[in-house]
């Protein structure tokens, strides 16, 4: 049976969602912003154009921006994860295998389908997304999901693909003509630290790379290397993956709308992380060993004295109980915690996490690891999930908040609030 694998990956992501409900915006240069309005994490081809880099601070392109008519938007995550789940959930009616990679790409199996033109099959799937939810879409398909990433890549950045780019139907010097045109860094799993040492190797392209010895590039670099040199010669190494991983670390780290600097204010910051936390941690059904709590300054500022600091806490038992987890790092907090400094950031981290099934009970069976606290957590996540997120909360969160997430300019959430739907007039 022939393996083909398809990487189906929404263009252009955050910024095709917004111009899905502002179509005003098609054809202009858009940039959607990361946490309070601070670097660029999504770009229209147009912006693309004009040099403007991923990760870019927003304030670097003031001058750009006026120049170009750059329309900025803030991070809308509530629309973007629901946009997510609609493109996800009409995907997994065109494969029985699929595996949702990211927020916005997704791998599907079409190994031993019976349509023998998978490029057309894939342009069917791109026209149902488009029309049905409105994001554009590109294709790659390829005998292993290392292929398929790199058939994605090509469709994206070449128009004679026409959105799908299909490895199984070229020839192998075909290929190896489109190999030769691609940067080494374009391949999955190769970052920015390894491109410089596989240019020291002269390698400096994908066909350079598929023409490397894989038992001597993993001697020199890793197993995984070998593996993704195998993936591109077609021979498969990384399998589909039914369900998503359970994460072996949860990571709620966020800066300051304004720079904080009373206790009282970190402290209700640091509730509403572990709040974000522990909800990641329940939907994984897992438990946490440990808990590390950090603050730090802004290291930008140059008129202010920098402080960074941070405390890992053992826990006394594996929990997901918020109560215990918020007291435990408010308790980490207030240890690391000094006067007179602007603080900007703050985290949380929960790690050494064990599923349900491995947890080890507490010998005491105490309120906050017993039936009770069990029941409590059930009913604050059914509350929330039907009543909206912080719906039920500590009060240690608090209410004013002055260190919120700053978002300037925001959409609506058109699809998750009711009174946010879009107003349809004569």
Not at 13 to 39: A, H, I, T
Not at 128 to 137: A, E
Not at 268 to 282: F, H
Request: glycine content about 6%; overall charge positive; aromatic content about 8%.
């Amino acid at each position: 049976m022939t393996r083909s694998i398809a990487l189906i990956d929404c263009n252009n992501f955050y910024v095709s969602c917004e111009r899905v409900f502002n179509p005003q915006l098609v054809g202009k240069p858009v940039v959607v912003l990361s946490n309070n309005d601070g670097c660029v994490v999504a770009r229209s081809n147009e912006v693309k154009a004009q040099g403007v880099r991923m990760g870019q601070p927003w304030f670097q392109l003031n001058n750009l921006a006026k120049q170009h008519g750059i329309v900025a938007y803030s991070s809308n995550y509530p629309l973007y994860a629901d946009m997510s789940n609609r493109v996800m959930g009409m995907l997994a009616t065109f494969s029985p295998d699929i595996e949702v990679y990211s927020i916005d790409e997704c791998f599907l199996d079409f190994s031993g389908f019976k349509t023998q033109d998978l490029t057309l099959y894939s342009q069917h799937i791109r026209q149902k997304i488009k029309q049905w939810i409105g994001l554009p879409v590109c294709v790659g398909i390829g005998a292993t999901k290392t292929l398929a990433k790199l058939a994605n890549y090509l469709a994206k950045n070449n128009p004679e693909f026409n959105g799908v780019c299909n490895f199984s139907v070229m020839m192998p010097q075909q290929q190896n003509d489109w190999f030769s045109q691609i940067a080494v860094s374009e391949v999955w799993g190769i970052g920015r630290n390894l491109t410089p040492k596989l240019h020291q190797q002269g390698i400096h392209t994908v066909l350079d790379l598929k023409q490397a010895n894989p038992a001597s590039m993993r001697s020199r670099f890793s197993v995984i290397i070998e593996k993704t040199i195998r993936e591109i010669n077609g021979i498969v190494c990384i399998e589909l993956e039914e369900m998503a991983a359970a994460k072996k670390q949860i990571v709620s780290s966020r800066s300051f709308g304004a720079p904080v600097s009373d206790l009282a204010s970190l402290e209700q910051a640091v509730s509403l992380y572990v709040n974000c936390a522990v909800e990641k941690l329940r939907r994984q059904q897992s438990y946490a060993s440990t808990l590390f709590v950090s603050i730090r300054t802004s290291p930008f500022n140059k008129k202010a004295a920098y402080y960074k600091n941070g405390l890992t806490i053992p826990l006394p038992m594996q929990t997901d109980n918020i109560k215990l987890l918020t007291k435990a790092a408010l308790w980490g907090l207030r240890k690391i915690y000094r006067k007179g400094y602007k603080y900007q950031k703050a985290a949380v981290v929960l790690s050494e996490l064990v599923s349900a099934n491995n947890r080890q009970s507490d010998l005491f069976d105490s309120e906050l690891s017993g039936c009770k606290s069990d029941k409590l957590m059930n009913i604050i996540s059914k509350i929330n999930a039907v009543m909206g997120k912080g719906t039920l909360k500590l009060a240690s969160e608090g209410y004013r908040q002055p260190w919120k997430l700053r978002q300037s300019n925001k959409s609506s959430s058109y699809t998750t609030n009711w009174n946010e739907l879009i107003h349809v007039t004569k």
